[in-house]
Structure formats: structure tokens, C-alpha cells
Nanobody
Framework: QVQLVESGGGLVQAGGSLRLSCLISGRTFSQDNMAWFRQAPGKERDFVAAVHWSRITWYADSVQGRFTISRDNAKMMYLQMNNLKPEDTAIYYC????????????????WGQGTQVTVSS
């Protein structure tokens, strides 16, 4: 059974940093893409960042230059979030899949349960 488990969320002041982690168990995703999406209260789930198995990365315009996605093997993925803003407040989900484009949710088959990130002003 494939499981994705996020960790690292929390409460931080504006301008602060957090590092999210995603641990995958049940299979490897060495030839797949991995991504982060987020969902704020009352809004749809939005793309944040993705990393291809070849290490090519994509970012939403709203986080470009502030967030960095990385993966160190087929089972761990990270999202370093710097200079956080109140509008970054959301539940953050990690996802894994084999389809493109990488910035849409239907390209991903496996999802975690999410971790809350709250940025206070």
C-alpha cells in the first residue's frame, strides 16, 4: 500500500521559514514526478511546485524565488519555504505520479493527508 506522509508544518510569523518533508512508503517513485499543492480555506487546491525524476523543477509564480523543492531519493521530498507570507497559509499536500503537465492535480495518482502551514502577520 502506497502512503505519502507530510511533516514540518506549523505556525510561523511572516518573513519566517519552514521546511516540509514528504515520506513515501509502499513503492519507489524514481521515475515519477513529485509535487506540492496547497489548499487555503474556501479555495481550490493549487499547484505550488514539482520536481521531475530528472530533477527539473517547476514553481507557481506566487512562490518563485521563495520556495525550493527537492528530492534526495525515490522516497523523500522536501519543500523549503522562505520569506513566508500570510497568503501562504494553507494545508500543504505532497503528491506523486507519472503524468505531465506537472502543475495540475490530475497528473498525480498518490496524495498525502496534508500538513497545516499558518503564517501570522
Amino acid at each position: 500500500q502506497v502512503q505519502l506522509v507530510e511533516s514540518g508544518g506549523g505556525l510561523v510569523q511572516a518573513g519566517g521559514s519552514l521546511r516540509l518533508s514528504c515520506l513515501i512508503s509502499g513503492r519507489t517513485f524514481s521515475q515519477d514526478n513529485m509535487a506540492w499543492f496547497r489548499q487555503a480555506p474556501g479555495k481550490e487546491r493549487d499547484f505550488v511546485a514539482a520536481v521531475h525524476w530528472s530533477r527539473i523543477t517547476w514553481y507557481a509564480d506566487s512562490v518563485q524565488g521563495r520556495f525550493t523543492i527537492s528530492r534526495d531519493n525515490a522516497k523523500m521530498m522536501y519543500l523549503q519555504m522562505n520569506n513566508l507570507k500570510p497568503e501562504d497559509t494553507a494545508i500543504y499536500y505532497c503528491a506523486a505520479g507519472s503524468q505531465l503537465p506537472a502543475d495540475i492535480s490530475r497528473s498525480y495518482d498518490y496524495w498525502g493527508q496534508g500538513t497545516q502551514v499558518t503564517v501570522s502577520s
